[in-house]
């Protein structure tokens, strides 16, 4: 079992920069990719980025490319998703995700955390 919080959502103006953290606990000593996945209202969760163990492989949606970077830290078991240039389109609640696979995947995971508000004002 692995334990996910998230942390960093807030308010922040168009143009604007926010970072988002992921802390992992419980089974963290088996290699596990993470990912970031968002759920605006009236719409289905979509993924957002994925990183895995050794962060040797990142994958991103098209709507973040450029924008949006995913990172982790293994000694502290978080990862990381600095998001620049942040737009009203981005307001959403994010989620972050882990699974125990060698792989970056866009799906499938297996654990969730509770999600963090992220609202981009225009």
């Known amino acids: 079992q692995v334990q996910l919080i998230e942390s960093g959502g807030g308010l922040v103006q168009a143009g604007g920069s926010l970072r988002l953290s992921c802390a992992a606990s419980g089974r963290t000593g088996s290699q596990y990719a993470m990912g970031w996945f968002r759920q605006a209202p009236g719409k289905e969760r979509e993924f957002v980025a994925s990183i895995n163990w050794s962060s040797s492989s990142t994958k991103y949606a098209d709507s973040v490319k450029g924008r949006f970077t995913i990172s982790r830290d293994n000694a502290k078991n978080t990862v990381y998703l600095q998001m620049n240039s942040l737009k009203p389109e981005d307001t959403a609640v994010y989620f972050c995700?882990?699974?125990?696979?060698?792989?970056?995947?866009?799906?499938?995971?297996?654990?969730w955390g509770q999600g963090t508000q992220v609202t981009v004002s225009s």
């Open positions: 995700a882990a699974d125990y696979t060698r792989f970056a995947p866009a799906a499938g995971y297996k654990y």
